[in-house]
């Protein structure tokens, strides 16, 4: 059997393979934040000719089944099939995207008062060529030279050793070894060749960032960026977490990140004639599963209660370990972890932010695929993780998707007819609701009176955009060619939920150290989706408190400004493990006082109007 796509591409279907598997196998990826489970409902192709069998997860709606959509993971072929692949359920990772380049690396990191200490450090030596009567073997005179510039007792891998014989003779036996710590000889060079090169990744569960770094100078040369390919076997952690444990699931989702970073690494190297060998040490930040990924280690247990990662402090491994394409000696530095849902980026984003050198109390928060927060000053710090995240990245909303083209991005309603007028990404068709879209429309019906402050559609008002849906009352705010933008009132409840999560967070963490919102001096946002934050309105929802606006910072990608500081200094790396020693983790799964805080944040914008008088002030006057 096979399935035929209206490209023309003939695809062979294995026995029981759902339309799915089958277009993964073939490399041809769909949205599918839920991993295959229906429960998404984002992996939508329209069937045009053939036999299936499909199972219904009740999230096709009949205007849509009328169309011949199926879900792909849900649906089997019976026979040849022909399919077509709406746009909306393609899915990209390969692309570029943007990241938030921070121009003022370097002074951030001289603003530390932090002197260059690269991990690996480089000693030159003059080796005296062996002759027919001084014949030692090369490692001999390589560790007397070593040695007579008082470095004893290194060690050398049979990686090093297996290619020293030709690295000395090339260079004429005027070398430069690198050399860590430990003390571990990694590579050797030519002594006129000056040039040093390091590389900081951040690993996010969405998105990928690689820097690569001169580590004399400090100098960023590039910056590579992709979607993090792993997406294909769903969006959030959780869903990678459950794929890790079925079959190969492990090695694929470590096999599909190395291989985005080294295919991004690759073209850098070509552009700036690095040879990307030579690079000699790395980088890694991340949350705590996408380390664990990384370096393939099981991240079952991360899941389970009591919720243990296997370290959160990681020995200093070598890039061949890794399968990153550079020196295979090269020492990984991972930035430490503090529990299983606070990993090393929030910890590279805290000392990015500097907060834990202030004395003034702050509140950092990392918004991306999940929610992180951590309060404090530089005495102490809390820290607990909230699930947020998935929802503002397109997870669990009927048209939700991430900030890239077609996207809403934008919405405003006019207060009489209640007609919106849509801001979408590329300006092209809408497609679906990215997470500023969704505040800004959860702000606009809210302030128009469209919805209450339980979330809730208010009956009898006089627009057509209200109308019943498949999950009830929904709001239709774009129709092209049959295929209708909708937010449900079930999405606006998911929407309030990780809202509500992130802000009994904060209240929680505040009332464990015994501050309240008004001791907060200063509130870093960080994370992908922290830039197109709309302050104002994260406000008006009651996800940010409601805090003189000047107090409110965006840092933009901290989690890979941290890694960038480690790879350059040795006292930032000591201040990072500072860091993870110093946070305490706060657990909120398990507290029945965050539930209460929760249930309150469960309204537009708090249970407790008192908590946001500037939005009371704004219903008021309205
Ligand atoms: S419904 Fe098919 S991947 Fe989620």
């Given at each position: 059997?096979?399935?035929?796509?209206?490209?023309?591409?003939?695809?062979?279907?294995?026995?029981?393979?759902?339309?799915?598997?089958?277009?993964?196998?073939?490399?041809?990826?769909?949205?599918?934040?839920?991993?295959?489970?229906?429960?998404?409902?984002?992996?939508?192709?329209?069937?045009?000719?053939?036999?299936?069998?499909?199972?219904?997860?009740?999230?096709?709606?009949?205007?849509?089944?009328?169309?011949?959509?199926?879900?792909?993971?849900q649906?089997?072929?019976?026979?040849?099939?022909l399919i077509d692949i709406p746009?909306?359920?393609?899915?990209?990772?390969?692309?570029?995207?943007?990241?938030?380049?921070?121009?003022?690396?370097?002074?951030?990191?001289?603003?530390?008062?932090?002197?260059?200490?690269p991990i690996v450090r480089w000693v030159s030596l003059d080796i005296p060529p062996p002759t027919i009567t001084d014949n030692n073997s090369d490692l001999e005179r390589l560790k007397k030279a070593a040695s007579g510039k008082g470095l004893k007792d290194l060690r050398f891998s049979h990686g090093f050793v297996s290619s020293m014989a030709t690295a000395l003779r090339n260079a004429n036996w005027k070398v430069n070894l690198a050399y860590t710590d430990a003390p571990e000889a990694i590579l050797l060079?030519?002594?006129?060749?000056?040039?040093?090169?390091?590389?900081?990744?951040?690993?996010?569960?969405?998105?990928?960032?690689?820097?690569?770094?001169?580590?004399?100078?400090?100098?960023?040369?590039?910056?590579?960026?992709?979607?993090?390919?792993?997406?294909?076997?769903?969006?959030?952690v959780i869903t990678r977490i459950i794929h890790a444990s079925e079959g190969n699931g492990l090695d694929e989702l470590r096999d599909t990140v190395v291989s985005d970073i080294n295919t991004l690494l690759t073209p850098m190297g070509e552009r700036h004639t690095v040879n990307i060998e030579c690079i000699e040490s790395a980088v890694i930040s991340g949350n705590t599963t996408m380390l664990h990924l990384f370096w393939g280690l099981n991240p079952a247990y991360i899941r389970e209660e009591p919720y243990i990662p296997t370290l959160n402090s990681f020995p200093l491994w070598k890039a061949g370990a890794a399968k990153l394409n550079i020196n295979p000696q090269a020492p990984v530095y991972t930035v430490p972890c503090v529990a299983s849902y606070v990993g090393g980026d929030i910890v590279a984003g805290v000392l990015a932010s500097k907060m834990h050198r202030n004395s003034e109390i702050a509140l950092f928060m990392d918004i991306g695929t999940n929610g992180e927060i951590v309060i404090g000053n530089t005495e102490w710090l809390v820290t607990a993780a909230c699930s947020a995240g998935p929802c503002f990245?397109?997870?669990?909303?009927t048209h939700g998707m991430r900030a890239t083209e077609g996207a809403v991005e934008s919405v405003r309603i006019d207060p009489q007819t209640f007609e919106p007028t849509l801001g979408i990404i590329g300006q092209g068709k809408a497609m679906g609701i990215c997470g500023s879209g969704m505040i800004d429309a959860i702000t606009e019906m809210f302030l128009r009176g469209i919805i209450d402050r339980k979330g809730k559609f208010?009956?009898?008002?006089?627009?057509?955009?209200?109308?019943?849906?498949?999950?009830?009352?929904?709001?239709?705010?774009?129709?092209?060619?049959?295929?209708?933008?909708?937010?449900?009132?079930?999405?606006?409840?998911?929407?309030?939920?990780?809202?509500?999560?992130?802000?009994?967070?904060?209240?929680?963490?505040?009332?464990?150290?015994?501050?309240?919102?008004?001791?907060?001096?200063?509130?870093?946002i960080a994370g992908g989706f922290g830039n197109y934050l709309n302050i104002e309105k994260a406000i008006i929802i009651g996800m940010l408190p409601d805090l003189?606006?000047?107090?409110?910072?965006?840092?933009?990608?901290?989690?890979?400004?941290?890694?960038?500081?480690?790879?350059?200094?040795?006292?930032?790396?000591?201040?990072?493990?500072?860091?993870?020693?110093?946070?305490?983790?706060?657990?909120?799964?398990?507290?029945?006082?965050?539930?209460?805080?929760?249930?309150?944040?469960?309204?537009?914008?708090?249970?407790?109007?008192?908590?946001?008088p500037t939005v009371e002030k704004l219903l008021t006057i309205k």
């Open positions: 059997m096979n399935i035929r796509l209206t490209s023309g591409k003939i695809l062979h279907i294995l026995e029981g393979k759902s339309i799915l598997q089958t277009l993964k196998r073939e490399g041809i990826y769909l949205v599918s934040s839920c991993g295959g489970k229906g429960i998404c409902g984002k992996c939508r192709v329209r069937l045009l000719e053939g036999k299936v069998g499909s199972v219904s997860t009740g999230r096709l709606q009949p205007p849509d089944i009328d169309r011949g959509i199926v879900l792909a993971c649906t089997f072929p019976e026979e040849d099939i746009k909306e359920s393609r899915l990209v990772v390969g692309d570029r995207i943007e990241v938030s380049r921070s121009r003022d690396l370097f002074e951030l990191f001289q603003s530390l008062n932090a002197k260059i200490f060079s030519p002594m006129e060749d000056k040039n040093r090169y390091g590389i900081s990744i951040d690993i996010g569960t969405t998105t990928l960032v690689v820097y690569l770094v001169h580590l004399t100078d400090g100098r960023l040369i590039d910056v590579g960026s992709t979607y993090n390919s792993q997406i294909r076997y769903g969006d959030d990245e397109g997870s669990g909303i208010v009956k009898g008002l006089e627009t057509e955009r209200i109308r019943k849906g498949l999950e009830g009352p929904e709001f239709l705010f774009s129709s092209n060619e049959g295929r209708d933008i909708v937010l449900t009132e079930v999405d606006i409840e998911n929407i309030m939920r990780a809202k509500a999560a992130v802000y009994a967070g904060i209240s929680l963490l505040l009332q464990k150290v015994g501050f309240t919102f008004d001791d907060i001096e200063r509130v870093y003189p606006r000047e107090r409110f910072r965006f840092l933009g990608n901290t989690s890979i400004a941290g890694g960038y500081l480690c790879l350059l200094s040795e006292s930032m790396r000591k201040e990072a493990e500072e860091i993870s020693r110093k946070m305490t983790y706060v657990e909120l799964s398990v507290s029945r006082r965050f539930m209460d805080e929760y249930m309150s944040a469960l309204f537009l914008p708090h249970t407790n109007m008192g908590l946001f």
